[in-house]
C-alpha cells in the first residue's frame, strides 16, 4: 500500500528521466491522470494514456526527448497539507516553472489558479 500516491508518481518521472526510459507506467488514479494532464498541457511529458494491465488499470506516460533536467517538488503531503490563498499564489522560479494545485474547481496549474481566483492545496512544483 502506498501512502503517497502522488509523490509516488513524482519519483518516478523523476527516476524515468535520470535512466534515459522513453516511458513508464504508474497504477491509475483520477488524481494522478488530472496532474498528467497538467504536465502535458505545458510541455513537460509528451503524453498520457489510460491502458488495462491484467485487471488493473495504468497509465503509460510517455516522457520528451529534449526534456531530461525535469525537476519534480512535492510541496503539500499527507502528513502536510499546504494550502494557499488565490492572492499569495507566487510565480514558480520566475515564470519557468509551474505549481500544480488542487481547487474547488479540480487540478490545475498555479497560473490557471491565479487567473481564476481560486485558492487551494498546492501540491508540488515543476520546473
Same mark, same amino acid.
Given at each position: 500500500? &502506498?501512502?503517497?500516491?502522488?509523490?509516488?508518481?513524482?519519483?518516478?518521472?523523476? &527516476?524515468?528521466?535520470?535512466?534515459?526510459?522513453?516511458?513508464l507506467t504508474v497504477?491509475?488514479? =483520477?488524481?494522478?491522470?488530472?496532474?498528467?494532464?497538467?504536465?502535458?498541457?505545458?510541455?513537460?511529458?509528451?503524453?498520457? &494514456?489510460?491502458?488495462?494491465?491484467?485487471?488493473? /488499470?495504468?497509465?503509460?506516460?510517455?516522457?520528451?526527448?529534449?526534456?531530461?533536467?525535469? &525537476?519534480?517538488?512535492?510541496?503539500?503531503?499527507?502528513?502536510?497539507?499546504?494550502?494557499? /490563498?488565490?492572492?499569495?499564489? /507566487?510565480?514558480? =522560479?520566475?515564470?519557468?516553472?509551474?505549481?500544480?494545485?488542487?481547487?474547488?474547481?479540480?487540478?490545475?496549474?498555479?497560473?490557471?489558479?491565479? /487567473?481564476?481566483?481560486?485558492?487551494?492545496?498546492?501540491?508540488?512544483?515543476?520546473?
Open positions: 500500500m &502506498n501512502t503517497d500516491p502522488i509523490a509516488d508518481l513524482l519519483t518516478r518521472i523523476r &527516476n524515468a528521466t535520470k535512466a534515459d526510459h522513453q516511458d497504477p491509475y488514479s =483520477k488524481i494522478k491522470e488530472s496532474v498528467l494532464k497538467v504536465l502535458e498541457q505545458y510541455g513537460f511529458i509528451d503524453k498520457h &494514456n489510460t491502458e488495462t494491465e491484467g485487471q488493473f /488499470k495504468v497509465l503509460r506516460v510517455v516522457l520528451k526527448e529534449e526534456r531530461r533536467n525535469i &525537476n519534480l517538488k512535492r510541496v503539500s503531503s499527507p502528513g502536510q497539507r499546504i494550502y494557499i /490563498k488565490s492572492g499569495d499564489i /507566487k510565480r514558480i =522560479k520566475n515564470g519557468l516553472g509551474i505549481g500544480i494545485m488542487t481547487t474547488a474547481r479540480g487540478v490545475m496549474s498555479t497560473v490557471e489558479a491565479r /487567473k481564476q481566483n481560486l485558492g487551494g492545496e498546492l501540491i508540488c512544483e515543476v520546473y
